[in-house]
Nanobody, 121 residues
Framework: QVQLVESGGGLVQPGGSLRLSCAAS????????IGWFRQAPGKEREGVAC????????FLLDSVKGRFTISRDNAKNTVYLQMNSLKPEDAAVYYC??????????????WGQGTQVTVSS
C-alpha cells in the first residue's frame, strides 16, 4: 500500500513557476513508475509527465516540454514536478500516481488527493 500526498500548488501569475511535490509513504517509490496528471474543470484528466526509474525514461506532454521537469529523490521518497513559464491553460488540479507497468500504462494503482494550480494575473 502506498500513500501519496501532493503539495506545492497555489496561485501564480502567467510566466511564473511552481514546484509540486509528491511524497510517498508505505512503500519506496524506487520500485514504481511515477506520473503527474492534471484535470481542469470540464476537461478529461491528462498525463503531464512520468518518470520510470527502472528503465530510465521520462515522458512529458508535448505542451509542457521545455517548461516542466519531472524528477525524483528516492532517498526522500518524493517526486517533483518543476513547472516554469506557466500559462493559464496549465491551471488544473494536479495529481501524482504510481504504476508498475510503465509510463504508458492504463493501470495506475495509487493516487494522491491532488493539489490545485491556478495561473492568473
Amino acid at each position: 500500500q502506498v500513500q501519496l500526498v501532493e503539495s506545492g500548488g497555489g496561485l501564480v501569475q502567467p510566466g511564473g513557476s511552481l514546484r509540486l511535490s509528491c511524497a510517498a509513504s508505505g512503500s519506496g517509490l524506487d520500485y514504481y513508475d511515477i506520473g503527474w496528471f492534471r484535470q481542469a474543470p470540464g476537461k478529461e484528466r491528462e498525463g503531464v509527465a512520468c518518470n520510470s526509474s527502472r528503465v530510465g525514461s521520462t515522458f512529458l506532454l508535448d505542451s509542457v516540454k521545455g517548461r516542466f521537469t519531472i524528477s525524483r529523490d528516492n532517498a526522500k521518497n518524493t517526486v517533483y514536478l518543476q513547472m516554469n513559464s506557466l500559462k493559464p491553460e496549465d491551471a488544473a488540479v494536479y495529481y501524482c500516481a504510481t504504476t508498475e507497468f510503465g509510463c504508458y500504462s492504463a493501470s495506475w494503482d495509487y493516487w494522491g488527493q491532488g493539489t490545485q494550480v491556478t495561473v492568473s494575473s
